[in-house]
């Protein structure tokens, strides 16, 4: 289980460090390195969260923050993964005053996923070069590679069709 999320504005919360936590039915997500659109002091924090196996059924996904901040989030499970050994490589991008924003890691494990969180300045990412987008909130979505990849380097990418600041974290996941 992955969940996306974002939260306090930048100038308020230069450490990205009021959302606390993720939980699903009640247990605790880990959290990857958070990162934010550079160049936007109002912009938000980005923060990626995972679960290996996951209760199955409807639970709720619970994001949590040491104070009152807009919260916005994301979800999406896989099945037929990896229960070790997540994320197989993750990794944070930036960029200023771009179209477009390209993401990479290197894939350890044959066969494994990519997953990507991004948020921009100015409207909704959508999908563009090894991306699938499986939500989208406002300037806030989320995308997959809708397939499994060959290990090495691989990339995902998000676009706009206008200039703005971007804020992504990918991460890989390996099947069972």
Aim: hydrophobic share 40%; glycine share 10%; charged share 5%.
């Amino acid at each position: 289980l992955w969940v996306g999320a974002f939260g306090d504005t930048l100038i308020s919360d230069p450490t990205c460090a009021k959302i606390t936590g993720a939980t699903y039915n009640g247990t605790a997500m880990t959290q990857l390195p958070t990162v934010s659109p550079v160049g936007t002091p109002a912009d938000r924090c980005v923060y990626l969260f995972y679960l290996i196996a996951p209760a199955t059924g409807a639970n709720n996904v619970v994001v949590s923050a040491s104070s009152s901040i807009v919260i916005k989030g994301l979800s999406a499970s896989y099945t037929g993964a990896k229960q070790s050994g997540v994320p197989d490589a993750s990794a944070n991008n930036t960029a200023t005053s771009a179209t477009s924003i390209t993401t990479s890691v290197t894939v350890v494990a044959a066969n494994s996923w990519t997953i990507l969180v991004g948020k921009n300045s100015f409207g909704a990412p959508v999908a563009g070069t090894g991306s699938t987008q499986r939500q989208n909130a406002n300037d806030f979505g989320l995308f997959d590679s809708n397939g499994p990849l060959a290990a090495g380097s691989r990339s995902m990418q998000i676009t706009i069709g206008t200039s703005s600041n971007f804020g992504v974290i990918m991460a890989s996941f390996a099947p069972l």
